[in-house]
């Protein structure tokens, strides 16, 4: 992946486009990071992140002239909360053709006050139920959607459908946000299980019937680990003098490890 370097920035077309708006062409770079546009100075009124690899709309610092940002073919899929404070003239939005899934993503776009155009096209959340509906009572800013005017008749379709305690729990139900990974942490809504009645019992019965230290250390990493006695293959047999040597000893290892587990 390229790196979006002030350099870079600094060597891309730069030019004044057919309405005369000052554009920046970041096109086809293949940048998955927006970083360093403050390197812009603020000069531009559109910018085009076309064909690249963005998947988060973020990283911008306030930028009070941009009215247009162009994120045709990219991997987008989530926003920053709080685009406001960083675009607070925003007009026109294009996310042709991204990885936008579900209606919840789009609200930090609700904060854009200033946005009147929107292309959501060729993204999942496009073939959503009611998903024209939801943006449109959402964003009732945004005037163009899909390259479409946004009628009166259906910003009151949208008001009906939406309206009311049971039209709030019905844009509730269906503007749910896609679930996000994080490495290293459960999967959402995961809780750790802990042991059964019969795990304990068995983990109960496994000390009772420790004769070795050496069992009793077994039980405690196994316990450590997570593993319950009896899951696991049966250790080799230690030689009875081994065992005799240790039986003076078993009997406070094994009532610590008893003591552990009714703590627990």
């Given at each position: 992946?390229?790196?979006?370097?002030?350099?870079?920035?600094?060597?891309?077309?730069?030019?004044?486009?057919?309405?005369?708006?000052?554009?920046?062409?970041?096109?086809?770079?293949?940048?998955?990071?927006?970083?360093?546009l403050g390197a812009t100075l603020d000069?531009?009124?559109?910018?085009?992140?076309?064909?690249?690899?963005?998947?988060?709309?973020?990283?911008?610092?306030?930028?009070?002239?941009?009215?247009?940002?162009?994120?045709?073919?990219?991997?987008?899929?989530?926003?920053?909360?709080?685009?406001?404070?960083?675009?607070?003239?925003?007009?026109?939005?294009?996310?042709?053709?991204?990885?936008?899934?579900?209606?919840?993503?789009?609200?930090?776009?609700?904060?854009?006050?200033?946005?009147?155009?929107?292309?959501?096209?060729?993204?999942?959340?496009?073939?959503?139920?009611?998903?024209?509906?939801?943006?449109?009572?959402?964003?009732?800013?945004?005037?163009?959607?899909?390259?479409?005017?946004?009628?009166?008749?259906?910003?009151?379709?949208?008001?009906?459908?939406?309206?009311?305690?049971?039209?709030?729990?019905?844009?509730?139900?269906?503007?749910?946000?896609?679930?996000?990974?994080?490495?290293?942490?459960?999967?959402?809504?995961?809780?750790?299980?802990?042991?059964?009645?019969?795990?304990?019992?068995?983990?109960?019965?496994?000390?009772?019937?420790?004769?070795?230290?050496?069992?009793?250390?077994?039980?405690?990493?196994?316990?450590?680990?997570?593993?319950?006695?009896?899951?696991?293959?049966?250790?080799?047999?230690?030689?009875?003098?081994?065992?005799?040597?240790?039986?003076?000893?078993?009997?406070?290892?094994?009532?610590?490890?008893?003591?552990?587990?009714?703590?627990d």
């Open positions: 992946m390229v790196k979006l370097t002030p350099d870079l920035i600094e060597q891309a077309v730069q030019h004044t486009n057919a309405i005369r708006d000052r554009e920046l062409d970041l096109r086809g770079y293949k940048v998955s990071v927006i970083e360093n000069q531009f009124d559109t910018i085009d992140f076309s064909d690249n690899e963005i998947r988060k709309i973020d990283g911008f610092p306030l930028l009070k002239r941009l009215k247009n940002l162009l994120f045709n073919n990219n991997r987008v899929c989530r926003f920053a909360e709080s685009l406001e404070q960083c675009l607070p003239n925003l007009q026109e939005l294009v996310l042709t053709n991204n990885n936008l899934q579900e209606l919840g993503d789009l609200e930090p776009m609700a904060s854009l006050k200033s946005l009147r155009y929107l292309s959501l096209m060729r993204n999942p959340v496009a073939n959503k139920k009611h998903y024209r509906l939801y943006v449109i009572n959402k964003l009732p800013q945004v005037r163009v959607l899909d390259f479409q005017r946004v009628k009166m008749k259906e910003r009151q379709e949208a008001e009906r459908l939406f309206k009311g305690k049971r039209g709030s729990l019905y844009a509730k139900d269906i503007g749910k946000k896609s679930k996000t990974f994080t490495p290293g942490a459960g999967l959402p809504g995961e809780k750790k299980a802990g042991p059964t009645p019969a795990d304990v019992e068995a983990i109960k019965t496994a000390i009772a019937n420790a004769s070795t230290l050496e069992e009793v250390a077994r039980l405690k990493a196994m316990l450590q680990a997570g593993q319950i006695p009896g899951r696991e293959k049966q250790p080799t047999p230690v030689p009875a003098a081994a065992e005799n040597s240790n039986s003076n000893h078993l009997q406070p290892e094994a009532k610590a490890l008893h003591d552990d587990m009714e703590t």
